[in-house]
């Protein structure tokens, strides 16, 4: 039976997944279409992922020195049996999967059960992660590392126990092989769980889990030369924000100068101080109020509304863990890049999905506890039962109080079959476009064979190629009838 125990058994790990194909499923094949195109698919910078799976090999020419090809991994695997559009869907679904699964465990380890699966109730409220699926880029995967640091980190600063620190160590070298952008997430996370095992366990403990932190972030820094091209750009050019601002406001003209340009395992660590202060620099900088467009202050307000209940979030989890202060710190710790990140939603001055996909994930945490402490008054409110039923009779009917009847309100509330601002329909919504020009303009230079005539644009036109030999339609196919029969084909028919 399920409990409100926040111990991971084995068992979790099978339902994690199953929960996690679940919610990628009812999010592709429904909820996604409440705010796109029925067939709305995300083709940002397709060049450079369609490139990405069709190099020869994983940093061969035409291998961008803007991303990792870590992230790229899972989209090759596909795309060697399904070609580059639908390798690259299926990417994304296996990594909306993974997501899924982990945010179920974030969730469970926090809260219980009942919170892993709110969580993913929670998590189709927010219009981009519906969309995971559907964007044919190398982000799902990457966020899928994210994911995966901040739960290893929550269970890792919560557990004095070794494998919940290796496992934390794996999801920290994961995070920081996924991008260059991941230190921003790797840096509080790896404090946190250094903070956590040098303040508790015996002498031996300490060591132990040291160790077991240290040799997964060690094989990941030797590892990182084999995703990363050799000029690899740094962290620091990429998440300046002063050319935007020049673009869009005239603001911090050029030229723009870096101390260091860090990677890692590209990059000596002692240029580590010199990011960090790069970083710390970025958030001094002024960004004036400007109105651009219509849909640009919409989204601005969207996020403050999204950010509005992540605060309210943080007050609860101080309230509600105020007698568990490890647990305090895991919940913190792990969702506090995220939530460092998302705050500069509130000034953007562009708006794009992979934005959102890395990281909102924190910030439905933050709602979910906001959640759970509304069913918890309401649990406090039924301990009469305790009192006044038989035992045979008392636990099934607090369990359908407590368990059952929670989930199925917000299940309720998510789908909008109960009008609310959680509703798929609610007045607050706005339109997501696709861009679907970005495919025909991809298919347009392929068919009249500019594509094979830059090196590094050539990978692309031969993985095209590659589909036309497998007989397949120069389009992504696997959402055409719903995801969840297609997914059932690809796994019978294998």
């Known amino acids: 039976m399920l409990s409100s125990s926040t111990r991971l058994r084995w068992w979790d790990v099978p339902l994690g997944i199953a929960l996690g194909l679940m919610w990628t499923i009812l999010c592709c094949d429904w909820l996604s279409h409440f705010h796109t195109d029925a067939m709305g698919i995300f083709y940002a910078d397709l060049i450079e992922y369609c490139n990405g799976v069709s ?81 044919l880029s190398s982000y799902p995967a990457m966020s899928l590392c994210f994911v995966a640091g901040a739960t290893g980190t929550m269970w890792g600063i919560k557990s004095q126990r070794l494998l919940p620190t290796f496992l934390a160590g794996i999801g920290l070298g994961m995070t920081l092989l996924a991008d260059t952008r991941g230190i921003v997430w790797a840096l509080p996370w790896f404090c946190g769980l250094v903070g956590s095992i040098c303040l508790r366990g015996s002498l031996g403990n300490k060591f132990g889990r040291l160790l077991a932190l240290g040799i997964p972030l060690y094989i990941s820094h030797q590892y990182a030369p084999s995703v990363y091209v050799f000029d690899a750009i740094g962290i620091e050019p990429q998440v300046d924000i002063r050319p935007s601002l020049y673009h869009w406001l005239q603001i911090y003209p050029p030229p723009y100068e870096y101390s260091s340009n860090f990677t890692w395992g590209m990059a000596p660590l002692s240029d580590l101080p010199k990011t960090i202060w790069f970083l710390f620099e970025q958030t001094q900088l002024v960004v004036p109020p400007s109105e651009r467009d219509a849909g640009m202050e919409l989204g601005r307000a969207i996020a403050q509304f999204y950010w509005e209940w ?72 039924t301990r009469w039962i305790s009192k006044t039923w038989i035992p045979i009779i008392k636990v099934p009917l607090r369990f359908g109080l407590n368990w059952l009847l929670p989930l199925y309100l917000l299940l309720n509330l998510v789908l909008g079959s109960i009008d609310s601002p959680l509703s798929p329909t609610a007045n607050w919504r706005r339109d997501w476009d696709p861009q679907p020009s970005d495919f025909g303009d991809l298919i347009s230079n392929y068919q009249q064979g500019r594509m094979m005539e830059h090196n590094s644009i050539e990978p692309c036109g031969r993985g095209i190629q590659k589909v036309e030999r497998m007989n397949k339609p120069l389009e992504t196919t696997i959402y055409n009838g719903g995801l969840r029969p297609n997914l059932e084909e690809y796994f019978l028919g294998r």
């Open 310 to 381: 992540a605060v309210l979030g943080m007050i609860m989890a101080w309230v509600y863990f105020a007698k568990k202060p490890w647990t305090l710190i895991a919940v913190g710790i792990s969702v506090s890049p995220f939530v460092m990140t998302f705050h500069g939603a509130l000034t953007m001055l562009e708006e794009h999905i992979r934005f959102y996909i890395q990281t909102l994930p924190g910030i439905i945490i933050l709602w979910t506890i906001v959640w759970e402490q509304g069913v918890s008054l309401w649990e406090y409110s």
């Open 55 to 135: 190099t020869k090999s994983l940093l061969g020419i035409g291998a961008s020195n803007k991303r990792s090809a870590f992230a790229m991994l899972l989209p090759r695997y596909f795309a060697q049996t399904e070609g580059v559009f639908d390798g690259l869907a299926m990417g994304a679904v296996f990594g909306q999967i993974g997501i899924g699964a982990l945010m179920y465990w974030w969730g469970s380890l926090i809260g219980g059960r009942r919170m892993g699966i709110s969580v993913l109730l929670l998590a189709s409220v927010a219009a981009p992660l519906t969309f995971i699926s559907r964007v």
